[in-house]
């Protein structure tokens, strides 16, 4: 079942968000199970969102590429939910009735 990840990160900057994706970028395009990526600054912490087609997927890509990455002191909280539809231009992932 596909799921929305919503990460809070308190205390990030830009340039600091920007250094994590830089060294990311190529390997989440590629990561088995992810669907979408999309960030914004917020009130003094950074705001991710993304989906991807489980839990399992995105929290081993996020083990393996984010957490050796992170700069000193950040420590991203994240949620999860699973969704009931996520539509792409070429694919209708999950739909339950």
């Given at each position: 079942?596909?799921?929305?990840?919503?990460?809070?990160?308190?205390?990030?900057?830009?340039?600091?968000?920007?250094?994590?994706?830089?060294?990311?970028?190529e390997s989440i395009a590629k990561a088995p199970g992810f669907?979408?990526?999309c960030a914004h600054p917020d009130e003094?912490?950074?705001k991710v969102y993304e989906v991807w087609e489980s839990k399992v997927a995105a929290d081993k890509w996020f083990g393996e590429n984010v957490v050796p990455n992170l700069p000193p002191g950040i420590h991203p909280k994240r949620s999860y939910q699973e969704l009931h539809a996520v539509i792409t231009p070429t694919e209708l992932f999950t739909w339950q009735d």
């Open positions: 079942m596909a799921v929305l990840i919503s990460t809070r990160v308190k205390d990030q900057t830009r340039e600091g968000y920007d250094a994590v994706l830089t060294a990311v970028h669907i979408l990526h003094g912490e950074w």
